[in-house]
């Protein structure tokens, strides 16, 4: 076994998830059998590879620094699940 | 005949002689979406009012100006996980179930400006995670040919309008395969252009250097028309690139006399159905007799692919998905103790499990002490695999092999197997992996379910996919074949 279940609780306080206890026995023995099936990857020899993080040449894409539209307050909030006086809303983050 | 049974070029063929107007394809479409809907279950939203009062202010444009755009007065769907202004987007996830963007995607600014008619948004796997629409927080959708089995995924509920027509075309959108598998398993035309070709401003993300949007279409011509329209660069998309786009209608020419065209042996594993190896095979002898130089190649590194694309695509998930917070937008949780609790219980409410999975193997992926043993691993592979694909084209104009393992297979099938639902993505991830450019289209049918026909070609020569792609359709009629609904 190459996770626990205290791996998957740790991974899921990284990412921000509550999970109960089904779902940690779930996702401890499916993130194995995946990783197991990954293992694969290390019968080749890549030391001497370059990663590839993407597939086209990418450089830096600058534009022009000019004042333009951009959405109004009211647009901004409009998907808010909580708002006031034009801020989103969250709960009291510091006592 | 009915309208809605009619491609792009012959719809638009009728509005220039005036033999019927944009309303009256669109009432035609919405008849159709109205018969058959409830059992396809390809939609999440219909936008049927707006569709109408689109079309008849559409019926004027062609009055007054006399000149048709590309795409004037055609009906069509959108994958919901395009932003559509005012319209609800919801990647077809609870966390989105009321989202409505303040703008539009540059692709439905381009159709819009094209001249086309909105139908509706349509189902999807939860932010574009899956093989079969099973996924949706809402519903699956059905494949047409059978309703007990799945349309593929994740652009299902796109393949499935455009094979019901429902739609006269659709767009999706292809990470690891959700064009081209869906396009299969519904037998409609779909293509994955190359990374960089189509804008993604305005695609909700889900692994941002794999992702492309593309079309869903009823025939070869269609799907030229339709990249027309959506290819070029854009300054609101950094990834995209800056390079001229052809007129790929010139490309509608039956002819591939000295064309090279590769077959990999690595594609004809064990596990594939034997009639999608037969049709595949077929369909290289075809190819042969009209004159292409058909030959054995290799991509040995094709069996790394599924694994390389299982960290890639989760670990930029992960990052993609950590904007759904309950903060700005989309579902927040009722009951929360304080701030990261409300984070924690949002995400663990708003999403479903095989989002939660992706993220949960992402998150490991890119960890602390597991970066190298995963993240950086499967980027170097990734690197064998492009090259792979460089060393075949040095040799060969294009390759073909099957899109799918498999036709259709049952809902239900794999829910319970991650794994075996990753593996009907095995002759798809590649080319998402090389940045190039792959197209399916309808070359068999067994049991009634149609067979898919992959073809991959060079960075930015979909020219030569389409040309391909036209001469095979030309001299079959796979493509007219409908389902029975």
Not at chain 2, 43 to 50: K, R, S
Not at chain 2, 102 to 108: I, K, R
Not at chain 2, 294 to 315: F, K, M, N, R
Not at chain 2, 416 to 433: E, G, H, K, R
Request: net charge negative; hydrophobic share 35%; charged share 25%.
């Amino acid at each position: 076994m190459k996770i626990s279940k205290k791996d998957v609780e740790h991974v899921a306080n990284l990412a921000r998830l509550h999970l109960d206890e089904q779902e940690k026995e779930n996702y401890t023995k499916q993130l194995n059998s995946i990783l197991e099936y990954m293992e694969k990857l290390n019968l080749l020899d890549t030391e001497d590879v370059p990663p590839t993080s993407h597939v086209i040449p990418l450089k830096n894409v600058f534009r022009e620094d000019k004042v333009r539209d951009s959405l109004s307050n009211e647009e901004v909030l409009a998907n808010a699940p909580d708002a006031e006086d034009g801020y989103f809303k969250v709960p009291k983050i510091i006592e | 005949m009915e309208l809605y049974e009619l491609t792009i070029h012959e719809l638009l063929d009728l509005i220039k002689k005036r033999e019927t107007t944009p309303s009256e394809i669109t009432e035609s479409v919405l008849k159709r979406v109205g018969q058959v809907e409830d059992r396809v279950k390809a939609f999440v939203t219909i936008t049927e009012e707006e569709a109408r009062e689109r079309a008849k202010h559409i019926d004027e444009d062609v009055n007054n100006e006399g000149n048709i755009k590309s795409l004037m007065g055609i009906p069509m769907a959108l994958k919901d996980n395009m932003c559509t202004k005012g319209i609800r987007t919801t990647c077809s996830s609870k966390i989105l179930y009321n989202f409505k963007p303040p703008y539009n995607a540059t692709v439905v600014e381009k159709l819009n400006d094209a001249g086309t008619v909105l139908i509706g948004k349509t189902n999807l796997d939860e932010f574009a995670m899956g093989s079969s629409t099973e996924n949706s927080a809402f519903h699956t959708t059905r494949n047409p040919w059978d309703l007990k089995r799945v349309p593929g995924g994740s652009s299902g509920g796109s393949a499935a309008a455009v094979a019901a027509d429902e739609v006269i075309f659709a767009l999706g959108s292809d990470t690891g395969g959700s064009i081209r598998q869906p396009a299969s398993l519904c037998g409609v035309v779909g293509m994955k252009p190359t990374y960089g070709f189509v804008s993604r401003y305005g695609l909700i993300a889900f692994a941002s250097s794999l992702d492309q949007i593309g079309p869903f279409t009823k025939d070869v011509t269609d799907c030229a028309i339709v990249m027309n329209a959506i290819c070029g660069h854009d300054p609101m998309d950094s990834t995209s690139a800056n390079v001229d786009v052809p007129d790929f209608t010139k490309s509608l020419v039956a002819d591939v006399k000295g064309m090279k065209i590769g077959v990999p042996k690595e594609y004809f594993i064990e596990g594939i159905q034997p009639e999608v190896k037969d049709a595949v095979m077929k369909a290289a002898e075809l190819f042969e007799e009209m004159g292409a130089n058909v030959e054995d190649i290799s991509l040995p590194h094709t069996d790394y692919g599924l694994s390389v694309y299982y960290i890639i695509a989760p670990a930029e998930a992960s990052s993609n998905l950590a904007r759904y917070d309950g903060i700005q937008y989309g579902f927040r949780a009722e009951e929360y103790d304080d701030l990261i609790d409300l984070y924690k219980k949002t995400r663990s409410e708003g999403f479903g499990p095989e989002v939660k999975r992706r993220i949960m193997l992402g998150t490991y992926a890119l960890s602390s002490g597991y970066y190298d043993a995963y993240y950086l691993k499967a980027q170097k592979v990734r690197t064998l695999v492009k090259q792979d694909f460089d060393n075949a084209f040095e040799k060969c104009d294009i390759i073909i092999c099957p899109t799918s393992p498999t036709t259709a297979f049952e809902i239900g099938a794999k829910t319970d197997d991650p794994l075996a639902m990753y593996l009907s993505d095995v002759f798809t991830i590649p080319v998402n992996l090389a940045g190039i450019p792959g197209i399916s289209i309808p070359c068999g049918f067994s049991n009634g379910l149609p067979i898919g026909l992959q073809i991959i070609g060079k960075p930015f020569d979909e020219a030569t996919i389409i040309k391909a792609a036209y001469t095979f359709e030309q001299a079959t009629d796979y493509h007219k074949q409908k389902p029975n609904l």
